[in-house]
Each structure stands twice: as structure tokens, then as C-alpha cells.
């Protein structure tokens, strides 16, 4: 059974830094993409990093140069440094295991929220 188990999330003030972390198990995570995506109120589901099993990473526009997703094999946990937050940033933040393959299922997890205050 997979489990991905966000934290981190936290309330913040505009220019600081969080770090998230999610921690996998049921799953073989050195050969898993993950992934974080967020939702702000009254939006759509958002991607915002991702990072395959070799560790190539790809960013929202609208977070580069601020976040870094990054991974630990040996922990089975994938981290999103976040620096420089904005209000904009706020939202419910989900980690995602990206499927094997186009006709295998992703997996969620139950989000962790992030509030930045201006």
C-alpha cells in the first residue's frame, strides 16, 4: 500500500523559507519520479517541481530560482526547499508519486499547508 506523508507545511511571513519534506513507503522509491504540486484557494491543482529517479529536476515558472525539490533514496523522502516566499505561494501542498508507466496510477498525499503572510 503506498503512503506519502507530508509536513512541514507551516504560516510564514513574505521573504522567508519553509522546507517540506514527504516521507514514501509501499513503493520502490529509487526508481519513482516524484513530485509536488499545490492548491490555492478557489484554484485548480497546481505542479510545481519534479524530479525523476536520476534526480533531473523541472520547475513552474512562476517558482524558479526560489524552490528546489530534491530527494533521499536512502530516507525514501523528497524535500521542497522553498525560499523567498510570496503570498502567492500559499496553498495546500501535495506530494505525488509520478506512475511507472502511462497506464499505471499515481499516488497523493493528504497535502500539508503553507500560509504566507505579507
Known amino acids: 500500500q503506498v503512503q506519502l506523508v507530508e509536513s512541514g507545511g507551516d504560516l510564514v511571513q513574505a521573504g522567508g523559507s519553509l522546507r517540506l519534506s514527504c516521507a514514501a513507503s509501499g513503493i520502490v522509491f529509487s526508481i519513482s519520479a516524484m513530485a509536488w504540486y499545490r492548491q490555492a484557494p478557489g484554484k485548480q491543482r497546481e505542479l510545481v517541481a519534479t524530479?525523476?529517479?536520476?534526480?533531473?529536476?523541472n520547475y513552474a515558472d512562476s517558482v524558479k530560482g526560489r524552490f528546489t525539490i530534491s530527494r533521499d533514496n536512502a530516507k525514501n523522502t523528497v524535500y521542497l526547499q522553498m525560499n523567498s516566499l510570496k503570498s502567492e505561494d500559499t496553498g495546500v501542498y501535495y506530494c505525488y508519486k509520478v506512475p511507472l508507466s502511462a497506464a499505471g496510477f499515481g499516488s497523493w498525499g493528504q497535502g500539508t499547508q503553507v500560509t504566507v503572510s505579507s
Open positions: 524530479i525523476t529517479m536520476t534526480g533531473s529536476t
